[in-house]
């Protein structure tokens, strides 16, 4: 699986973007897909994933209620809306595929895309 991150960009406090990974190969509707962000000076933490299915999904405490995940298997697409963003949310954020049990843990996942920028300005 390939992974190609999109739709960050610059927006101010309160504001939404909706992020894409597009992802290629034929194992895409099989496996789970998380989002990853890395704020400056900061290790990579743990955003929001969801099952192959889309019927479970999961979420850092600090974006409950705002951001919401959501894949399009004929699109081979996940999405992350992300709604009343704030400074905190500033970030490079990452997608990734999910290879082995904990979907809240970094190590578990695998195919990392290249990321793209998110800027919070107030």
């Known amino acids: 699986v390939q992974l190609q991150a999109s739709g960050g960009g610059l927006v101010q406090t309160g504001g939404s973007l909706r992020l894409s990974c597009a992802a290629s190969?034929?194992?895409?509707?099989?496996?789970?897909m998380g989002w990853f962000r890395q704020a400056p000076g900061k290790e990579r933490a743990f955003v929001a994933a969801?099952?192959?299915?889309?019927?479970?999904?999961y979420y850092a405490d600090s974006v409950k209620g705002r951001f919401t995940i959501s894949r399009d298997s004929a699109k081979n697409t996940v999405y992350l809306q992300m709604n009343s963003l704030n400074s905190e949310d500033t970030a490079v954020y990452y997608c990734?595929?999910?290879?082995?049990?904990?979907?809240?843990?970094?190590?578990?996942?695998?195919?990392w895309g290249q990321g793209t920028q998110v800027t919070v300005s107030s």
């Open positions: 990734a595929s999910l290879q082995r049990p904990g979907v809240y843990l970094e190590s578990s996942y695998g195919h």
């Open positions: 190969g034929r194992t895409f509707s099989a496996v789970a």
């Open positions: 969801i099952n192959w299915s889309g019927g479970n999904t």
